[in-house]
């Protein structure tokens, strides 16, 4: 019976991913499969090189009496994925092991009205090149993850559409699998985002979360009962393109007042750019005109950082916009938590304390709303390991070979220490 045996063996890595190191016995409990099978799946990964015995140790429930266990774990060198991110304005490729470190990453720009065939061969070279760099084992490699901005469609490995470059139907997970001849899987970047957290970050044990980016657009993955909700046609959680303000900028989308023209790193700096013009002698007015015809977001939020009074007024403008849609997410889904991604977050309270009195007020707590507001631990590597975890989830991790549901199966802490006990 190959499928159940291949269930177990990814119920074994599953929770030496969440919980390793484990001692056998402690699997047994955890996964209730039976002593014979677990030696049987355990001595299958050591062999293989996926996990690790770790030495032993006694009972950490305070049972000292008998042998010591030994205890093992997921070796990180045990396989590798590489992790693509492309976005809207850049690429990023990384080579990352089986613990989610990224040994190798390179990032270049891409530029409104790129050709998508031309892209993806550069996206090519850069996988060779993290491959090739990283010095691994081909035969350890699984394949290759690619988180992509736009509306994408992961059964078919394809990139519907992404508004800012124009780009319809491009088949990326053939286009990269027949030039580098390795398997690909292809989601939105906002969900392999979610499964970076789920797979390695903060939300490991979480069952319920949604991850919210902001860079020169604004999304979210949403995660229900361990599952990347997609939703019909692949389109669930572009709150970029929730109408805040109705009647206001167009969007790429053809609404007006979209969350995107709002709060987005463009929509920030557009809005800086117009009050500079209405006030040619502020700082801000300054600092814009100095930096000539190309200005980036970057100088608004040190102009914010250094007390800037109008970057400041921009700043937390956006970040009320983020903060209402966030508590539009929180009152619907009543997640555990909600996971801020992007460079505007590393303003700290400057953007998160407007986001939390919209999003998580006395008056939203009053609706019993009682959902974790936190920054991702990953930095700018999350898209990168993003693309790593989509890749491990659907190549390793997947419950049936070739299964694209991304199923993220783990279980919350309340359900393991009542199988611990
Ligand atoms: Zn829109």
């Known amino acids: 019976m190959p499928t159940i045996r291949h269930q177990n063996r990814v119920a074994v890595l599953n929770i030496l991913l969440r919980y390793g190191p484990l001692s056998r016995r402690e699997i047994c409990k955890i996964t209730r499969l039976t002593p014979a099978s677990i030696t049987n799946i355990v001595g299958e990964l050591l062999d293989t090189g996926l996990a690790l015995e770790m030495g032993s140790r006694h009972d950490p429930n305070g049972r000292r009496l008998g042998r010591p266990q030994v205890i093992v774990d997921l070796n990180p060198g045990g396989a590798f994925a590489v992790g693509v991110h492309l976005g809207v304005r850049t690429a990023r490729v990384g080579l990352g092991d089986l613990k989610g470190n990224i040994l190798k990453q390179i990032g270049f720009s891409l530029h409104l009205g790129d050709d998508s065939q031309v892209v993806l061969q550069s996206v090519a070279g850069a996988v060779s090149t993290v491959i090739q760099e990283g010095g691994i084992d081909p035969r350890r490699l699984l394949g290759v993850g690619v988180g992509c901005a736009g509306l994408v469609d ?11 470059h124009g780009w319809q139907d491009v088949a990326v997970a053939d286009r990269l699998g027949s030039a580098l001849q390795l398997p690909v899987a292809v989601e939105n970047n906002r969900n392999a985002m979610a499964m970076a957290e789920s797979t390695f970050g903060q939300a490991q044990k979480v069952e319920e979360f949604i991850v919210v980016h902001v860079g020169t657009t604004v999304g979210s993955g949403i995660v229900i009962d361990h599952r990347v909700h997609h939703g019909r046609n692949d389109a669930a959680g572009q709150i970029g393109h929730l109408v805040l303000e109705p009647g206001g900028p167009l969007c790429t989308c053809g609404q007006r007042g979209c969350l995107d023209t709002l709060a987005s790193e463009a929509a920030i700096l557009h809005r800086s750019l117009q009050l500079a013009e209405g006030k040619p002698s502020s700082s801000l007015a300054r600092l814009l005109r100095q930096a000539g015809d190309s200005p980036g977001v970057g100088l608004v939020f040190d102009a914010a950082r250094q007390g800037d009074r109008d970057a400041r007024a921009v700043i937390a403008e956006a970040a009320q916009y983020l903060g209402s849609a966030i508590g539009h997410l929180v009152r619907i889904f009543s997640p555990e938590m909600v996971i801020l991604e992007g460079p505007i977050f590393d303003l700290g309270d400057l953007v998160i304390e407007p986001i939390e009195q ?26 990168v390991v993003g693309g790593v975890s989509l890749a491990l989830l659907r190549f390793l991790y997947a419950a049936e070979p070739g299964d694209w549901s991304h199923e993220i199966r783990g279980l919350t802490a309340s359900g393991l220490s009542a199988r611990l006990r």
Do not use: E, I
């Open 154 to 164: 992961p059964k078919a490995g394809v990139l519907r559409k992404m508004y800012h």
């Open 358 to 383: 919209s999003a998580l007020s006395q008056a939203a707590q009053s609706l019993g709303v009682s959902t974790r507001l936190v920054r991702t631990c990953f930095g700018s590597d999350l898209m």
